[in-house]
């Protein structure tokens, strides 16, 4: 099934584990901006050590270092058919960015799907991430900084897609089978 979405919701939403289990449904790439961070940090290279400044701090990373990053990645055989995007657009100007990659190669968004939160799930999930998985950049001043940035430039982006007809909005709490299931049902993506 070909479709380009855009997963949007706040950090510890939920959006990785539901961009992948829908992706895999849909036989399109996740793209992950953050995966893309953190594959750049370990590397060492020069847009991860230059990511690492911001995403320690909690903030995003500069937009025409992620546009240019993202668009490479658009580019690529795979997305051609179609795409999930986890983690981009997160600012207006970034949308712009957005709409122009897809107008080049005369392609259009399917959905823009929001996954809900509770703020305090949000960090409880967070914290026993950083715990298990040994995430420097998931303290809790850093995670509340991150949902603060969330709220103030990335949340409105949520209204941009609603009043283009294109948002649909699941509720992020629950089981990981639950939210999949909703996912789905609200995409009207056929399940195995």
């Known amino acids: 099934m070909s479709m380009r979405l855009i997963l949007l919701g706040p950090p510890g939403a939920g959006k990785g584990t539901q961009a992948a289990r829908l992706a895999s449904r849909l036989g399109v790439p996740a793209i992950s901006t953050g995966d893309i961070f953190r594959a750049n940090v370990s590397e060492g290279t020069e847009l991860g050590q230059l990511a690492q400044k911001y995403m320690d701090a909690g903030e995003y990373v500069p937009d025409e270092v992620t546009n240019q990053m993202v668009a490479a990645r658009l580019s690529q055989p795979d997305a051609e058919a179609g795409f999930l995007l986890d983690g981009y657009p997160r600012t207006e100007a970034q949308v712009a960015e957005l709409d122009s990659i897809l107008e080049a190669n005369g392609h259009q968004l399917s959905h823009v799907v929001e996954l809900t939160a509770d703020t305090d799930e ?32 990335t949340a409105p982006l949520v209204q941009t897609y609603a009043d283009r007809g294109l948002l649909v909005q699941v509720d992020g709490m629950g089981e990981v089978d639950e939210v999949t299931a909703r996912l789905t049902d609200a995409l009207g993506v056929t399940t195995d």
């Open 122 to 153: 949000v960090v409880a999930r967070l914290l026993n991430r950083a715990k298990e998985q040994g995430r420097a950049d998931d303290t809790e001043s850093v995670i509340r900084r991150r949902l603060d940035v969330y709220a103030e430039q």
